[in-house]
Structures are given as C-alpha cells and as structure tokens.
C-alpha cells in the first residue's frame, strides 16, 4: 500500500511542477503589433477606381495607342546593317533537316525524320527580294525605278514603310527583328535575293553617293 501512495505523490508533484512550469511569466519579450493583412484586390480595385476617376486610364490607353502608332509608322531598325561599300554574292541553300515525321490529317507520311527537304522543290519564289535602308533616298530611289511590284518585294530595314507607301503610292515591306536579313546573310544594303534553281543567290551592291 505504501507503494501506491509513493507513486501516486510523485505524481502528484510531478503534475504540481508541470502546471506551474506552464503557468509561469516570462514578461514581454518585445514591442506586439497586431497582424495587419490588407485585401490585395481592394487595393487595387481602389487604385483602378482612382485612375477613373481621375482620367489616368484613359491617359494610359492614348499613351499606349501613340507608342503602338509610332512603333508601327516607324519599327525598330535591324541592328547590324550599313551601306554596301563594296560589292558581294553569295549563294543560300534554304535546305532544311526535318527533326520529326510530318504527317497529313489522314496519317499518311509526307516526309521521314532525318530528311532534308528544300521548300523550293514545292513553292517558286515568283518575285525577287530587295533589302533596302528606308531612310537612304538613294536607295528607296534605286529601288523603286528597276522593280515594280510585280517584279519584287522592297523591303526596309530601317525606315518608315507606312509614309513611303503614302508618298510613293506603292506597297513596302519591313524586316521585323531582321529576321529574314538574319537568316540570309544579308549584312549591307542594297541587297538582291532571287532564285536560281534550289537555291537563292544574293548580292549586295554599292551605290554611287549611299551615305
């Protein structure tokens, strides 16, 4: 019996320290703020109602439609390409490798993996490509008196294609991101690409007084 009543005071005491160990007040450790979480969308429905309120969204709107007007009128010169200071040609192989089978919409092969396939062999290119410094009077004057619209494509790669449609009463064309001058390797102007067979021969010619 007497062993019962020595466990059951050593628990006793044991809840006894746990109670009090639990209870006891260390003080305020620091400075409490309380948790502040504002409501993101309010936040910013509050700033749209805001910019109504006060124009900003339509300041914003004619703000965004001059800079995709100007950017239109007049993009972005291909990096890279100057005056042609002496002549050059070359040939361009457009050749590719497929990396995968290309099939049509029944599932019958058209072309195997790992073939090289020329678009030239199943599309001509009717016009020639001529690569042109829009802002060169000379050059848009070169181009436009030896090829008409039939004849080639001008395309700029710096310049305004817009306003010399309007005053030349003709079609132009820009090489967006010098994509096309990029991949033929075209590095000066005026440039000529046209095709001869399976490939495309280009030439880059000097001016007299392209400056």
Same mark, same amino acid.
């Given at each position: 019996?007497?062993?019962?009543?020595?466990?059951?005071?050593t628990?006793?005491?044991?809840?006894?320290? %746990?109670?009090?160990?639990?209870?006891?007040?260390?003080?305020?450790?620091?400075? $409490?703020?309380?948790?502040?979480?504002?409501?993101?969308?309010?936040?910013?429905? =509050?700033?749209?109602?805001?910019?109504?309120?006060?124009?900003?969204?339509?300041?914003?709107? $004619?703000?965004? $439609?001059?800079?995709?007007?100007?950017?239109?009128? +007049?993009?972005?010169?291909?990096?890279?390409?100057?005056?042609?200071?002496?002549?050059?040609?070359?040939? *361009?192989?457009? %050749?590719?490798?497929?990396?995968?089978?290309v099939?049509?919409?029944?599932?019958?092969?058209? =072309?195997?993996?790992? +073939? %090289?396939?020329?678009?030239?062999?199943?599309?001509?290119?009717?016009?020639?490509?001529?690569?042109?410094?829009?802002? %060169?009077?000379?050059?848009?004057?070169?181009?436009?008196?030896?090829?008409?619209?039939?004849?080639?494509?001008?395309?700029?790669?710096?310049?305004?294609?817009?306003?010399?449609?309007?005053?030349?009463?003709?079609?132009? *064309?820009?090489d967006?991101?010098?994509?096309?001058?990029?991949?033929?390797?075209?590095?000066?102007t005026? =440039?000529? $690409?046209?095709?001869?067979?399976?490939?495309?021969?280009?030439?880059?010619?000097?001016?007299?007084?392209?400056?």
């Amino acid at each position: 019996m007497s062993r019962w009543r020595t466990i059951l005071a050593t628990a006793a005491l044991l809840a006894v320290g %746990s109670s009090a160990a639990v209870a006891k007040d260390f003080g305020t450790m620091g400075k $409490a703020f309380p948790v502040m979480e504002p409501d993101i969308l309010a936040t910013i429905e =509050a700033r749209l109602q805001h910019l109504q309120a006060t124009g900003g969204i339509d300041r914003a709107n $004619a703000e965004f $439609a001059h800079r995709a007007e100007a950017r239109v009128r +007049r993009p972005e010169p291909v990096a890279g390409i100057s005056h042609a200071s002496e002549p050059r040609s070359w040939i *361009y192989d457009p %050749s590719i490798v497929i990396d995968h089978d290309v099939r049509d919409q029944k599932g019958n092969l058209i =072309a195997q993996r790992g +073939r %090289s396939v020329n678009p030239l062999d199943f599309v001509a290119m009717g016009q020639a490509l001529v690569f042109v410094d829009g802002d %060169s009077k000379a050059e848009m004057d070169w181009a436009t008196s030896h090829y008409d619209d039939l004849k080639a494509k001008i395309i700029l790669v710096s310049g305004a294609p817009l306003d010399e449609m309007t005053a030349r009463k003709r079609r132009f *064309y820009f090489d967006q991101e010098g994509r096309l001058t990029g991949r033929l390797g075209v590095r000066h102007t005026p =440039a000529i $690409a046209v095709q001869e067979g399976r490939v495309l021969k280009l030439s880059e010619i000097q001016l007299k007084g392209n400056g």
